[in-house]
């Protein structure tokens, strides 16, 4: 068993910028690969980024640019800069290994 837990989100001002964290314990060490989905109100959950045990990642076309994954150890970090309203969703951290793992959600919210 793997388990997330998120900090980081909140409101925020177009253009401005927040960083996401997620801890990941118990069973660590097969994850291999972490990374972020969001969910914005009446729509499905979308990969914004995920980043591999080598350190390769990939990101959604919407994000690339503007926000960057980086991993440390057991945490995994979002940075987003340049925040624009359409980023507002619920975050949710995930981490996989044989299954997918998720986070309880964080919410974003960007405000024009």
């Known amino acids: 068993q793997v388990q997330l837990v998120e900090s980081g989100g909140g409101l925020v001002q177009a253009g401005g910028s927040l960083r996401l964290s997620c801890e990941a314990s118990?069973?660590?060490?097969?994850?291999?690969?972490m990374g972020w989905y969001r969910q914005a109100p009446g729509e499905e959950r979308e990969l914004v980024a995920g980043?591999?045990?080598?350190?390769s990642g990939n990101y959604a076309d919407s994000v690339t640019g503007r926000f960057t994954i980086s991993r440390d150890k057991d945490t995994v970090y979002l940075q987003m800069n340049s925040l624009k309203v359409e980023d507002t969703a619920v975050y949710y951290c995930?981490?996989?290994?044989?299954?997918?793992?998720w986070g309880q959600g964080t919410q974003v919210t960007v405000s024009s």
């Open positions: 980043i591999r045990t080598d350190g």
């Open positions: 118990g069973r660590v060490f097969g994850i291999t690969f």
């Open positions: 995930f981490a996989y290994m044989y299954q997918y793992y």
